[in-house]
């Protein structure tokens, strides 16, 4: 990838990954593990590293919650829940994704 589509692909996930780990949580809850290998193997984050303090950041707000899990077999896994405030943010993120988005496609369609 060159500079500029880099910082460009950057700069767009840091903007959705918040929103899309949000989306992700409103189907199911998931460990972070998890969480990461779907986000990267769709393209909308580039490691673990960036995903954890996210993570992190999130409970602090209140947007998600974890519990922690020991299956059967195997060690003890974090799972993240979204929460009532999760929902509200990723219905508004959902809602202006929508609004802005033919307009932004209108705008480059010329250029693509």
Not at 50 to 77: D, F, I, K, N
Request: hydrophobic fraction near 40%.
């Amino acid at each position: 990838m060159d500079n500029t589509r880099e910082r460009i692909t950057t700069n767009i996930r840091k903007g959705v990954l918040e929103y899309c780990v949000l989306a992700l949580l409103s189907r199911r809850d998931m460990y972070g593990l998890e969480l990461a290998d779907w986000l990267t193997a769709h393209g909308l984050t580039a490691s673990e590293g960036s995903l954890y303090p996210l993570l992190a950041r999130m409970r602090q707000a209140g947007t998600v919650e974890t519990r922690w899990l020991t299956p059967e077999r195997g060690h003890a896994r974090r799972y993240y829940t979204i929460t009532a405030q999760g929902r509200a943010q990723l219905r508004v993120f959902a809602a202006v994704w929508r609004e802005i988005q033919p307009h932004v496609n209108e705008l480059i369609a010329e250029e693509a």
